[in-house]
């Protein structure tokens, strides 16, 4: 087991060191340099079009309506990524990995508009008449098959980090949250938890779809007006946090207090594999979720689709982040959730603790939702439609395991297949990259 640990912690070394990071940056900056920074031009056009989105419009150009398709994209990324992540590189690398999570998050947009334009243009139905796409469709159905083994290797790789990092990681946060919150049960959080999840995606994707539209934006601007109640508290220190992340993004930064101190490597190294474990830019997910929304243009729902990554780390993880620099608490020594939990605990005594539980609960909650549609897809792509139901099974059935489980193996390799999932899908961007341009101009073209 020791020689095991060992190798898989030398896997996720090189799957999320330095080679890996860059590739995942300079990807999204040739992309967003192909589309002429289209992505940040467009951001109100983009949120424009997910309101009027809601609707579901035509039945037979896919299962549920763009806003859903986005939500439940948005409920997969937003979780624990945003709270423990986000303080893990703070703990780590310092304030200055807040820039470099923002700058992940910009490249990011054109990352995943890209994903998310090849996933609707290159889907198709399956036996069941839904339609199915994604990093090993567009892969299949736009390089042909000599390169369907690329496609085959994400859907590996993602049926079997879905468990991890979308399952049992997820319930395992949320079960000590709440036990050390409010005292409940680890295996009462599983059992609870199995039996809610096993009623919604037991009704697949238009079930999840409904769910996530009613749950994920509550759940963000509830979290959000917590965080601004924070930074209210503490007015006067934000223009100080702010000289903070801007001076440690490239000046090394000595310990002091708790903290150990951090060079500027650790700053982009932390803030950038926390930002892509956050909002997935790079990793193919967006598009998975946004082949299943009613549209008749994959540039459209690429729009859409972008600002999963500018919700999930502009604004949910940055106010996180100022929180954590504002209160000072960064220098506490505590690192993980305990840290954004001691963030607003300080500006809210007695309550903003259990308010921060309470938000790390849903949103973990959540991603088990959308990480189940995403395990299913790599799945169904691998043995056809006859994998469904045994999926959705053994995904409800996991979840109580993950609740009293000791899960730090299982995080590790579950992290590690989470990086190679991006190695196919970037490799099938820059390929593909060509037909998004492509498609994006003749968009525009016709006004």
């Not at 054109?110 to 339609?131: F, I, M, N, P």
């Not at 924070?230 to 100080?240: C, F, T």
């Not at 926390?274 to 979720?289: K, P, V, Y």
């Not at 607003?344 to 939702?369: C, D, H, K, Q, R």
Request: charged letters at 10%; one cysteine or more; proline letters at 3%.
């Amino acid at each position: 087991m020791e020689f095991l640990n060992n190798l898989v912690n030398s896997i996720n070394a090189l799957v999320w060191g330095p080679p890996m990071l860059v590739l995942i940056l300079g990807t999204g900056l040739i992309l967003m340099i192909m589309l002429k920074f289209m992505p940040l031009a467009r951001i109100g056009t983009g949120f424009a079009l997910m309101w009027r989105g809601r609707a579901k419009g035509d039945a037979e150009t896919g299962e549920i309506s763009p806003f859903q398709a986005l939500m439940t994209s948005l409920a997969a990324t937003v979780g624990t990524g945003n709270i423990a992540g986000v303080a893990t590189a703070i703990f780590l690398g310092g304030p200055g990995a807040l820039f470099w999570m923002w700058c992940t998050a910009l490249v990011g947009m054109a990352t995943k508009y890209c994903e998310v334009v090849l996933a609707v243009h290159y889907r198709e139905k399956d036996d069941r008449g839904e339609h199915v796409g994604g990093p090993m469709y567009a892969i299949k159905n736009g390089l042909g098959k000599k390169w369907i083994w690329l496609g085959t290797a994400f859907a590996i790789f993602g049926g079997f980090a879905g468990f991890g990092i979308g399952n049992m990681v997820q319930v395992n946060s949320m079960a000590h949250a709440l036990q050390t919150t409010f005292s409940v049960p680890l295996w009462l959080t599983g059992l609870g938890t199995m039996v809610i999840v096993g009623l919604v995606i037991l009704g697949g994707i238009r079930r999840i779809g409904v769910v996530a539209a009613s749950l994920v934006p509550f759940m963000c601007l509830a979290y959000l007006i917590a965080a601004v109640v924070v930074l209210v508290v503490n007015a006067e220190a934000i223009p100080a946090a702010f000289g903070l992340i801007f001076t440690h993004a490239f000046t090394p930064i000595a310990a002091t207090g708790g903290f150990a101190g951090a060079a500027v490597m650790a700053a982009i190294r932390f803030g950038v594999a926390r930002g892509i474990f956050s909002n997935e830019a790079g990793l193919g997910t967006a598009g998975i979720a946004q082949a299943a929304g009613t549209t008749t243009s994959s540039v459209r729902s690429g729009m859409i689709g972008m600002l999963g990554t500018f919700i999930d780390t502009i604004i949910v993880c940055s106010m996180t982040g100022l929180a954590i620099i504002c209160t000072g608490v960064w220098t506490s020594g505590e690192s993980g959730a305990a840290l954004s939990a001691a963030a607003f605990e300080s500006a809210m005594p007695g309550i903003g603790g259990a308010i921060l539980t309470v938000a790390l609960v849903v949103f973990a909650f959540t991603t088990i939702l959308g990480w189940s549609y995403f395990g299913e897809k790599c799945w169904e792509f691998l043995v056809g439609t006859k994998a469904i139901w045994p999926f959705r099974l053994i995904w409800v059935i996991a979840v109580p395991f993950g609740a009293i489980a000791q899960l730090d193996f299982a995080w590790l390799l579950a992290d590690t297949l989470n990086g190679l999932m991006a190695i196919p899908n970037l490799i099938s961007l820059l390929l593909l990259s060509p037909v998004v341009v492509k498609l994006t101009r003749e968009y525009f073209a016709r006004g």
